[in-house]
């Protein structure tokens, strides 16, 4: 089944302590891209990478990193986690094609203490 | 500032009867639009979308239309089935972005039986 698969589903954690939420998808996409989803905003991309050892930044990109060193996978790092980046988060994927319809993950939400 | 507004946050509506959900942007530099559907604990999933060199696109009973000069798009569900409660998004690309997607803050879609 095509999917796009994040873990954990959903997280508790403390200021300042380390995470990496992971991404992967089985479809053999180049394109991978993370967002962020807040109350009456929207969803908002962090990051996004066209492919292998290919990443740039989003709209909110700060204090969040990520890394593209296989196709299927996106890990989202946070290094230091702050309590404004508890939220909603989704990492979706698509062909590297104008207008391919991205495919989402079930997302994670992340609690940050 | 919001480049893409979804201004209703929920609507009601009777099984059966045509659902309208509306989307209004300000780039003029968007050529493509997406809507997507959102259920709880899921990521969105694609619907319909539409080219900015149509001003109407149909899949079944989505239909979602598009005023440029107006800078608003509709989407048009006929008939409503209780499977339509969902969060509806509205996204936008512009010209000059292969990939990156502009999104509204959805609209919540509740289907009266």
């Known amino acids: 089944e095509a999917q796009v698969t994040q873990n954990p589903r959903y997280l508790i954690t403390v200021t300042g302590k380390k995470l990496t939420v992971t991404c992967s998808q089985n479809?053999?996409?180049?394109?991978m891209s993370w967002y962020r989803q807040d109350p009456g905003l929207g969803l908002r991309q962090i990051y996004y990478?066209?492919?292998?050892?290919?990443?740039d930044k989003g709209d909110v990109p700060e204090g969040y990193k990520v890394s593209r060193k296989e196709k299927r996978n996106f890990p989202l790092i946070l290094e230091s986690p702050s309590p404004n980046q508890t939220s909603l988060y989704f990492c979706?994927?698509?062909?590297?094609?104008?207008?391919?319809?991205?495919?989402f993950g079930d997302g994670t939400r992340l609690s940050i203490l | 500032d919001q480049q893409v507004k979804q201004n209703s946050p929920s609507l009601s509506v009777q099984e059966g009867r045509i659902s309208i959900l509306n989307c209004d942007y300000t780039?003029?530099?968007?050529?493509?639009f997406l809507w997507y559907k959102k259920y709880p604990a899921e990521g969105p999933t694609f619907l319909i979308s539409i080219s900015s060199i149509k001003d109407k696109n149909e899949d079944g009973r989505f239909t979602v239309f598009l005023n440029k000069s107006a800078k608003h798009l509709s989407l048009h569900i006929v008939p409503s089935q209780p499977g339509d409660s969902a969060v509806y998004f509205c996204a936008a690309k512009a010209m000059d972005s292969n990939y990156q997607l502009i999104w509204g803050a959805g609209t919540k879609l509740i289907i009266k039986p």
């Open positions: 780039n003029s530099m968007f050529d493509y």
């Open positions: 979706a994927s698509s062909f590297a094609l104008s207008n391919q319809p991205q495919h």
């Open positions: 990478s066209m492919n292998v050892e290919v990443t």
């Open positions: 479809m053999n996409h180049e394109y």
